[in-house]
Protein backbone atom coordinates (compact mmCIF):
# COMPACT_ATOMS: atom_id res chain seq x y z
CA UNK A 1 0.00 0.00 0.00
CA UNK A 2 1.41 2.98 -0.94
CA UNK A 3 1.45 6.38 1.52
CA UNK A 4 -0.65 9.36 1.00
CA UNK A 5 1.12 12.43 2.01
CA UNK A 6 0.31 13.24 5.82
CA UNK A 7 -0.73 10.04 6.36
CA UNK A 8 0.30 8.35 9.48
CA UNK A 9 1.78 5.19 9.96
CA UNK A 10 1.91 2.46 12.53
CA UNK A 11 5.25 0.37 13.59
CA UNK A 12 5.13 -2.67 16.01
CA UNK A 13 7.46 -4.36 17.63
CA UNK A 14 6.62 -6.98 20.08
CA UNK A 15 9.02 -7.17 23.77
CA UNK A 16 8.61 -10.38 25.51
CA UNK A 17 10.27 -12.21 28.94
CA UNK A 18 12.32 -15.26 28.08
CA UNK A 19 9.92 -16.85 30.67
CA UNK A 20 7.71 -15.80 33.41
CA UNK A 21 8.47 -13.31 35.98
CA UNK A 22 11.64 -12.19 34.42
CA UNK A 23 11.66 -8.45 34.27
CA UNK A 24 13.14 -7.36 30.88
CA UNK A 25 16.59 -5.27 30.40
CA UNK A 26 16.25 -1.53 30.16
CA UNK A 27 18.35 -2.47 27.12
CA UNK A 28 15.51 -3.62 25.16
CA UNK A 29 13.91 -0.99 25.71
CA UNK A 30 16.63 1.59 24.43
CA UNK A 31 16.88 -0.39 21.34
CA UNK A 32 12.87 -0.24 20.69
CA UNK A 33 13.49 4.00 21.76
CA UNK A 34 16.27 4.18 19.60
CA UNK A 35 13.92 1.70 16.47
CA UNK A 36 10.88 4.18 17.18
CA UNK A 37 12.56 7.61 17.04
CA UNK A 38 14.29 6.87 13.84
CA UNK A 39 10.91 6.14 11.95
CA UNK A 40 7.57 8.29 11.78
CA UNK A 41 4.03 7.63 12.90
CA UNK A 42 2.17 6.52 15.80
CA UNK A 43 3.99 3.21 17.25
CA UNK A 44 2.55 0.35 19.26
CA UNK A 45 4.60 -2.11 22.19
CA UNK A 46 3.21 -5.07 23.16
CA UNK A 47 4.08 -6.18 26.54
CA UNK A 48 2.61 -9.68 26.00
CA UNK A 49 3.96 -12.32 28.82
CA UNK A 50 5.80 -9.06 30.86
CA UNK A 51 4.30 -8.48 34.30
CA UNK A 52 7.06 -6.42 35.52
CA UNK A 53 8.91 -3.69 34.52
CA UNK A 54 11.91 -1.98 36.51
CA UNK A 55 11.79 2.13 37.04
CA UNK A 56 14.82 2.33 33.94
CA UNK A 57 12.11 0.80 31.70
CA UNK A 58 9.47 3.24 32.44
CA UNK A 59 11.43 6.22 32.22
CA UNK A 60 12.40 5.21 28.42
CA UNK A 61 8.82 4.33 27.74
CA UNK A 62 7.63 8.09 28.80
CA UNK A 63 10.58 9.72 27.23
CA UNK A 64 9.71 7.65 23.92
CA UNK A 65 5.89 8.85 24.18
CA UNK A 66 7.00 12.62 25.15
CA UNK A 67 9.68 12.30 21.65
CA UNK A 68 6.48 11.25 19.93
CA UNK A 69 3.97 13.32 20.83
CA UNK A 70 6.45 16.46 20.06
CA UNK A 71 5.82 15.04 16.56
CA UNK A 72 2.54 14.76 16.64
CA UNK A 73 1.88 10.45 17.44
CA UNK A 74 1.55 8.20 19.80
CA UNK A 75 2.86 5.32 21.60
CA UNK A 76 0.42 2.49 22.68
CA UNK A 77 0.50 -0.15 24.87
CA UNK A 78 -1.10 -3.31 24.40
CA UNK A 79 -1.36 -6.87 26.08
CA UNK A 80 -0.45 -4.91 29.32
CA UNK A 81 -1.25 -7.54 32.12
CA UNK A 82 -3.45 -6.77 34.86
CA UNK A 83 -0.40 -6.97 37.32
CA UNK A 84 1.47 -4.33 34.97
CA UNK A 85 -1.18 -2.17 34.82
CA UNK A 86 -1.56 -2.07 38.78
CA UNK A 87 2.45 -1.21 38.39
CA UNK A 88 1.72 1.92 35.97
CA UNK A 89 -1.14 2.96 38.54
CA UNK A 90 1.38 2.87 41.57
CA UNK A 91 3.95 4.40 39.77
CA UNK A 92 1.47 7.54 38.35
CA UNK A 93 2.07 6.18 34.65
CA UNK A 94 -1.29 4.66 34.12
CA UNK A 95 -2.97 7.77 32.22
CA UNK A 96 0.42 8.36 29.77
CA UNK A 97 -0.06 5.65 27.41
CA UNK A 98 -3.19 4.77 25.24
CA UNK A 99 -3.92 1.19 25.45
CA UNK A 100 -4.94 -0.56 21.95
Sequence with gaps: MKK???QRTTASKVLQ???AGDWPPPAE???LAKSAAASEGNHVVSLQEIDHLDAGSLQILL???AELRKR???LSLTHVSP???QWFAY????QQFSRS
Design 29 to 31: FID
Design 72 to 74: GAE
Design 17 to 19: AAR
Design 4 to 6: RPG
Design 91 to 94: AGAD
Design 83 to 85: ALS
Design 63 to 65: ALQ
